[in-house]
């Protein structure tokens, strides 16, 4: 992580694009992020790259609360992009460490590098799970509820009629005939391929 060269109009630049769509470098309101990568910053940048000028106007108006910011002052290299290296040169003494952030007996690299392969892995056994199942054909079932008008119509002869709809994927299933309620009850099922 880093920004490069902040004294360079390259390293400003990737600030600028940092910024593009963040207001802070870290979070949501100014922090001491923002007071280590002021402070990397000599001199406001060019009008062209508004991102970054923007921020740094904001962040000036904090210099006479910037050690009351939240946040833990980390080192420059940091904050910013991931794979750009930073390489600013730097006058002013870097901020002193705290004992509870160091690390005795390891590093958190390499936890980072052994949970991104055990996440590989598992998203791997999941595709390769997933790819296994059988697609599933997307099937309806609808009952329809079919009564006549009297008690003199022909349930026969209604079946008849309406089992002659014919769809594509439309398969009738059993009727169950009702006619003390005169009523008739089809079940079709509609299946449809995706």
Same mark, same amino acid.
């Given at each position: @992580?880093?920004? +490069?060269? *902040? #004294?360079?109009?390259?390293? =400003?630049? /990737? =600030?600028?694009d940092f910024l593009s769509d963040r207001s802070y470098? %870290? +979070?949501f309101v100014p922090s001491q992020a923002d007071v280590v990568v002021f402070d990397a910053v000599?001199?406001?940048?060019p009008a062209? *790259?508004?991102?970054? =000028?923007?921020?740094?106007?904001?962040?000036?108006?904090y210099q006479n609360q910037k050690n009351s910011l939240p946040g833990v002052q980390k080192p420059l290299g940091q904050y910013?992009?991931? +794979?750009v290296a930073d390489t600013t040169s730097s006058s002013a003494p870097a901020a002193a460490e705290d004992d509870d952030d160091f690390d005795l007996f390891g590093s958190d690299e390499e936890e980072d590098? %052994?949970? !991104?392969? *055990? #996440? %590989? %892995?598992? =998203? !791997?056994a999941y595709a390769a799970k997933k790819a296994k199942k059988p697609a599933v054909i997307a099937k309806s079932s609808i009952l329809l509820d079919v009564k006549p008008w009297d008690d003199e119509t022909d349930m026969v002869k209604l079946e008849e009629c309406v089992r002659s709809i014919? @769809?594509? +994927? *439309? /398969?009738?299933?059993q009727c169950k005939d009702y006619t003390s309620h005169h009523a008739l009850h089809l079940t079709d099922t509609w299946s449809w391929d995706l």
């Open positions: @992580m880093g920004f +490069g060269d *902040l #004294k360079s109009s390259s390293g =400003l630049k /990737v =600030l600028n470098i %870290e +979070g000599t001199t406001p940048p062209d *790259l508004c991102h970054a =000028l923007r921020w740094f106007r904001h962040i000036q108006s910013g992009p991931a +794979g590098a %052994e949970a !991104a392969r *055990l #996440k %590989e %892995e598992r =998203l !791997a014919q @769809m594509d +994927g *439309l /398969v009738w299933g």
